[in-house]
């Protein structure tokens, strides 16, 4: 029990030394690691070593510093592969991305955050770096309210709990009964939104991705800057875009359920479909 005790703790050391790379900076030094990871330099230097000899961090010659390295796509890769979300997602997303000219994002929630499977960016919304992998909060975000929507009201004070939820702009719903009135309302529409409620200068249109139970198995948006997403001329468009591709993502996901909360509002239905 002691040994196994042992190894379970150097796993643990282990894997929280991977993870201090994935807080904002990519290349750290060793008391940089040993502090984020709250060890000792000696044994963040130990751990920093097995990990470069395994491929996991890679140590620049010159600088010293220490990055995650190339092996661990391979896992992420492996991961994603394997996930079906991404696997129906992926094309759709990346087709969607070169129609609007904006960022189109897949996200699942884990606990209280959203967690990003994939994303692409359309001419008018570049990035310099990849949102795959990272995390946003689920209520200031277009992609976290549509997999709230999944979630009854009693169940989202247990998901997001305290009595205000954390504001990032002044347009923040930080109220409880303010955000479930918002997800109802979104959800009698058929898309949800979010208009710098996270970052100024910025918006999201987002709607549930369902699997075959018909629960809200992911979300897609699109997002991009206000001036390029341009919400005044371009929202009833691009929620119809987001609506539909999220709706090839559920079938492909099993989901036949009939006029599930995605489906398009009266109101949006094309001059020419001929339902």
């Given at each position: 029990m002691a040994a196994d005790a042992g190894s379970n703790q150097s796993v643990d050391r282990a894997l929280t030394?991977?993870?201090?790379?994935?807080?904002?900076r990519s290349e750290l030094r060793v008391s940089d690691v040993a502090k984020l990871a709250d060890l000792?330099?000696?044994?963040?230097?130990?751990?920093?070593?097995?990990?470069?000899a395994a491929g996991f961090v890679d140590r620049?010659?010159?600088?010293?510093?220490?990055?995650?390295?190339?092996d661990t796509v391979s896992l992420g890769g492996a991961v994603l592969n394997a996930h079906p979300v991404h696997r129906e997602a992926r094309q759709i997303a990346q087709n969607l991305a070169a129609e609007v000219g904006l960022g189109v994002n897949v996200a699942v929630r884990r606990d209280m955050r959203l967690?990003?499977?994939?994303?692409?960016?359309?001419?008018?919304?570049?990035?310099?770096?990849?949102?795959?992998?990272?995390?946003?909060?689920?209520?200031?975000?277009?992609?976290?309210?549509?997999l709230l929507s999944g979630v009854e009201p009693g169940e989202r004070r247990e998901v997001l709990p305290g009595p205000f939820l954390m504001s990032y702009t002044p347009r923040t719903i930080t109220d409880h009964d303010a955000l479930d009135a918002e997800i109802k309302n979104s959800l009698?529409?058929?898309?949800?939104?979010?208009?710098?409620?996270?970052?100024?200068?910025?918006?999201?249109?987002?709607?549930?991705?369902?699997?075959?139970?018909?629960?809200?198995a992911a979300a897609l948006s699109v997002s991009g800057p206000?001036?390029?997403?341009?919400?005044?001329?371009?929202?009833?468009?691009?929620?119809?875009?987001?609506?539909?591709?999220?709706?090839?993502?559920?079938?492909?996901?099993g989901y036949v359920g009939p006029g599930h909360q995605g489906a398009f509002p009266a109101s949006m239905a094309r001059t020419d479909d001929p339902r």
């Amino acid at each position: 029990m002691a040994a196994d005790a042992g190894s379970n703790q150097s796993v643990d050391r282990a894997l929280t030394v991977l993870r201090v790379f994935t807080t904002g900076r990519s290349e750290l030094r060793v008391s940089d690691v040993a502090k984020l990871a709250d060890l000792g330099l000696s044994t963040a230097s130990r751990l920093l070593g097995t990990l470069e000899a395994a491929g996991f961090v890679d140590r620049d010659p010159i600088s010293g510093l220490y990055r995650l390295g190339l092996d661990t796509v391979s896992l992420g890769g492996a991961v994603l592969n394997a996930h079906p979300v991404h696997r129906e997602a992926r094309q759709i997303a990346q087709n969607l991305a070169a129609e609007v000219g904006l960022g189109v994002n897949v996200a699942v929630r884990r606990d209280m955050r959203l967690f990003y499977l994939l994303n692409f960016e359309g001419r008018q919304a570049p990035r310099s770096f990849t949102l795959a992998g990272q995390h946003n909060p689920l209520h200031a975000t277009g992609l976290g309210k549509a997999l709230l929507s999944g979630v009854e009201p009693g169940e989202r004070r247990e998901v997001l709990p305290g009595p205000f939820l954390m504001s990032y702009t002044p347009r923040t719903i930080t109220d409880h009964d303010a955000l479930d009135a918002e997800i109802k309302n979104s959800l009698a529409r058929g898309y949800f939104s979010e208009i710098e409620e996270l970052a100024l200068g910025r918006a999201c249109l987002a709607a549930p991705i369902r699997d075959a139970t018909g629960g809200v198995a992911a979300a897609l948006s699109v997002s991009g800057p206000l001036s390029a997403i341009d919400l005044p001329n371009r929202e009833s468009d691009l929620a119809r875009s987001v609506i539909e591709a999220a709706d090839s993502i559920s079938i492909g996901l099993g989901y036949v359920g009939p006029g599930h909360q995605g489906a398009f509002p009266a109101s949006m239905a094309r001059t020419d479909d001929p339902r």
